[in-house]
């Protein structure tokens, strides 16, 4: 163990603890805030709305009694638990559990949990062993998080073409000077700001997630010829130093490239690559699920529309193909407000996510803001699945990263790894940090992209 966790928890940092410094600033900055706010300001809040406002609160800290954690229940992750001061209950949600398929011999963990009240949403906690929870934060960071993938930061920055966090490694590691990030926009004319382009780069900070057309295969043709100009980088962005910017990695894209001006995929620029790890993993993981007790005769399937083709889950083990997704990097004050993933033109095919490093509260609704959202507390290692029509596309977000939960197991090199040297980098930048591994799948089972041609022009 090293310094910093034993420090962690202690009184000065500990929300929970009244006598805390933590304590008494989130105090005097909620009265402050609070202090001219009208009264009924929260009576149109949508029950989606409400529960984000509940977790997000700094004052006083929430209270997750009706938080779904189930490693609350679990010997194995006590510690974890325990050390982490924040915890839900494993009975605050109703849920079954059903066992994976497989013998078990990889030694993950073999149950997973459906919920009756979303039919299509499966819980695999501690699923990813934590060797590959380690490999997993290695691959985000050093490998995904860099050209030819493309980061938030690619926007507005010129980036070391060997990646930024493999830069800061070298760096922390004292093999180069903390250079300077140099911005794009010195390069390039400054942006007015009223242009049409200009409205569309992503800004700085927080992901904007606003209301697109859910894609299809009957919109694929559109897709494809709607333009997709690249984002204009910000004139006022100032050089930066290498540490200064790592904080600042949001997201990083897995296989096709994603548009954020347009909130569709830009086919034209080819699949991008996805990973074996990442394949191999999420493929086991779709194989694991028994999907006859997730969406078999037991259950309802009132409201269930799986579309013209009827239901496609009793083919997944075969025709589920991961193609594209996102690398999720939040700081322990960074939230993701509730949204719906639909630019994918499969509307059922399993998302997998993959949860590293701190805990978070996330929040899985329904098809509108107005169903009251199920609270899960994930933790690292735990995988949440969103799959079939009344899961795939409902409304979900994560309100809260949870400071102070990094898990015992990144703690310290482990012997067989073989660039251990490095891990406490890792493991320092992880204390602050949640890592989500967010894969899905675009196109649906026997949709062939080649064959579409665009509405107005040539194929891509
Ligand atoms: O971080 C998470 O658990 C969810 C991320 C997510 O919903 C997304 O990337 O679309
Ligand atoms: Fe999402």
Not at 29 to 41: A, G, I
Request: include cysteine; glycine fraction near 8%.
């Amino acid at each position: 163990m090293t310094a910093t966790t034993s420090s962690q928890t202690a009184a000065s940092g500990d929300i929970h603890d009244p006598t805390s410094a933590a304590y008494k600033k989130a105090r005097r900055k909620y009265l402050k805030s609070t202090r001219n706010r009208p009264e009924n300001v929260d009576a149109d809040w949508t029950p989606f709305r409400a529960a984000e406002k509940k977790y997000k609160a700094r004052f006083p800290p929430p209270d997750l009694s009706d938080v779904l954690d189930l490693a609350a229940a679990d010997p194995a992750r006590a510690e974890e638990v325990t050390r982490g001061k924040w915890k839900g209950r494993a009975d605050a949600v109703p849920c079954d559990e059903i066992p994976l398929r497989g013998d078990g011999s990889d030694g993950q963990g073999r149950t997973a949990y459906v919920f009756p009240g979303t039919p299509g949403l499966v819980l695999l906690p501690s699923f990813v062993s934590h060797v590959d929870q380690r490999r997993l934060v290695r691959w985000a960071l050093s490998e995904q998080a860099k050209h030819p993938n493309e980061t938030n930061l690619d926007t507005h920055y010129i980036l070391p073409p060997r990646g930024l966090w493999n830069q800061y490694l070298k760096v922390r590691k004292g093999e180069c000077e903390d250079i300077e990030i140099l911005p794009r926009a010195t390069a390039q004319p400054p942006t007015r700001p009223d242009t049409p382009d200009a409205a569309q780069t992503e800004p700085p900070g927080p992901r904007q997630l606003v209301s697109n057309e859910p894609a299809s295969p009957a919109n694929y043709a559109t897709l494809l010829s709607t333009p997709k100009p690249p984002a204009p980088p910000s004139p006022s962005v100032r050089p930066v130093s290498t540490t200064a910017l790592v904080p600042r990695l949001r997201w990083a894209n897995i296989g096709w490239y994603y548009h954020w001006g347009t909130k569709q995929y830009d086919f034209t620029r080819g699949p991008g690559e996805i990973s074996r790890l990442v394949r191999e993993l999420c493929k086991g993981i779709v194989r694991s699920i028994p999907w006859q007790r997730v969406f078999g005769e037991a259950q309802s399937t009132e409201g269930m529309d799986w579309g013209q083709s009827g239901p496609d889950w009793p083919d997944w083990n075969d025709s589920y193909e991961p193609d594209a997704g996102i690398v999720n990097f939040y700081q322990t004050k960074d939230t993701l407000m509730a949204h719906v993933d639909r630019s994918e033109l499969s509307a059922t095919s399993p998302l997998v996510s993959i949860s590293l490093g701190c805990a978070a509260i996330f929040l899985i609704g329904g098809l509108t803001r107005d169903e009251p959202p199920t609270p899960i507390l994930l933790r690292s290692g735990d995988v949440v699945i969103m799959s079939g029509p009344a899961c795939r596309r409902a409304y979900h977000g994560v309100p809260r990263i949870l400071e102070g939960t990094l898990p015992p197991h990144f703690e310290g090199s482990d012997g067989e790894e073989q660039e251990a040297k490095d891990w406490e980098i890792y493991e320092e930048y992880l204390r602050n940090t949640r890592v989500n591994v967010n894969v899905r799948q675009v196109f649906p089972k026997g949709f062939d992209p080649t064959a579409v041609v665009p509405e107005h022009g040539d194929r891509p």
